[in-house]
T-cell receptor
Framework: DGGITQSPKYLFRKEGQNVTLSCEQNLNHDAMYWYRQDPGQGLRLIYYSQIVNDFQKGDIAEGYSVSREKKESFPLTVTSAQKNPTAFYLC???????????FGPGTRLTVT | SQQGEEDPQALSIQEGENATMNCSYKTSINNLQWYRQNSGRGLVHLILIRSNEREKHSGRLRVTLDTSKKSSSLLITASRAADTASYFCATDPTSYGKLTFGQGTILTVHP
């Protein structure tokens, strides 16, 4: 999966709890991205970061937060404000913003 | 809303046949990319084609881009059972890497 790790692979949480998904890359890429995928659907962009200490909202940022304190790490927090958090979450990175993205293996989050 | 739309939604073929998937989009783009996803896994990049390019090849893959029709196609020649996966097109209108994905085409190649 191209030098990007996501942990854990499966995550279960109770409704009302915040949860943080990990994403680490050793590709020395500047840009990192978080996507959400629902069954039978394509990916939707949650947040992206083109450089350390900077990030922008994607198309569906409500109920999510991120940080980019280190180049290799881009954790995603799913807050209790996210109304439908159960989904498959994918992290990606890119050497330059307009180039191909390398994806991690994903984290499947189930909230009950 | 998602910009890219793939057609067909599902495609079932025999090993050795060619598979063609189409992608349509709505706004102008900087580049268009094709990705493959095996069930429950992350995506793998296949080909990136820029708005000033019309055709690109990579091994058994051929991608065309028609910006006047806002459409692209992915051709997989001499398909193999290992090509069974979902295929997504993604458009980048900004050159910031802010990709918008279609819903994908599920390809099944029968041995």
């Amino acid at each position: 999966d191209g030098g990007i790790t996501q942990s854990p692979k499966y995550l279960f949480r109770k409704e009302g709890q915040n949860v943080t998904l990990s994403c680490e890359q050793n590709l020395n890429h500047d840009a990192m991205y978080w996507y959400r995928q629902d069954p039978g659907q394509g990916l939707r962009l949650i947040y992206y970061s083109q450089i350390v200490n900077d990030f922008q909202k994607g198309d569906i940022a409500e109920g999510y937060s991120v940080s980019r304190e280190k180049k290799e790490s881009f954790p995603l927090t799913v807050t209790s404000a996210q109304k439908n958090p159960t989904a498959f979450y994918l992290c990606a990175s890119s050497g330059q913003a307009a180039y191909e993205q390398y994806f991690g293996p994903g984290t499947r989050l189930t909230v009950t | 809303s998602q910009q890219g739309e793939e057609d067909p939604q599902a495609l079932s073929i025999q090993e050795g046949e060619n598979a063609t998937m189409n992608c349509s989009y709505k706004t102008s783009i900087n580049n268009l990319q094709w990705y493959r996803q095996n069930s429950g896994r992350g995506l793998v990049h296949l080909i990136l084609i820029r708005s000033n390019e019309r055709e690109k090849h990579s091994g058994r893959l051929r991608v065309t881009l028609d910006t006047s029709k806002k459409s692209s196609s992915l051709l997989i020649t001499a398909s193999r059972a290992a090509d069974t996966a979902s295929y997504f097109c993604a458009t980048d209108p900004t050159s910031y890497g802010k990709l918008t994905f279609g819903q994908g085409t599920i390809l099944t190649v029968h041995p």
